[in-house]
């Protein structure tokens, strides 16, 4: 079985930079694409930026690219969001999910880290 654990969230400024963490555990190969989602209060889930097994290429929804940055760590199995210039409407529950090769979605999810950036 795989898990994800997700860290960092927390209340921060508006204009403040939040580094998120998830560490994937469990019995998955190494090579695998990884994702960050996010879902605000009342509004469904929505992605935010993955990188590929190899760092690359990297994907962002409009919103966040050029705030944000994601990257990945394979030895630690980890997955990183750096998100900096934070808006009120960044402010969101962050999950990290795993899509392993050879599946069009994404398979294993955590339960996701806090972020609220106040105005």
């Known amino acids: 079985q795989v898990q994800l654990v997700e860290s960092g969230g927390g209340l921060v400024q508006t204009g403040d930079s939040v580094r998120l963490s998830c560490t994937v555990s469990?019995?998955?190969?190494?090579?695998?694409?990884m994702g960050w989602f996010r879902q605000a209060p009342g509004k469904e889930r929505e992605f935010v930026a993955s990188v590929s097994a190899g760092n690359v290429p990297s994907y962002y929804i409009d919103s966040v690219r050029g705030r944000f940055t994601i990257s990945r760590d394979n030895p630690a199995n980890a997955v990183y969001l750096q998100m900096n210039n934070l808006r009120p409407d960044d402010t969101a529950v962050y999950t990290c999910?795993?899509?392993?090769?050879?599946?069009?979605?994404?398979?294993?999810w955590g339960q996701g880290t806090e972020v609220t950036v106040l105005s």
């Open positions: 999910a795993v899509r392993p090769l050879h599946y069009g979605t994404y398979q294993y």
């Open positions: 469990g019995r998955i190969s190494s090579i695998y694409d």
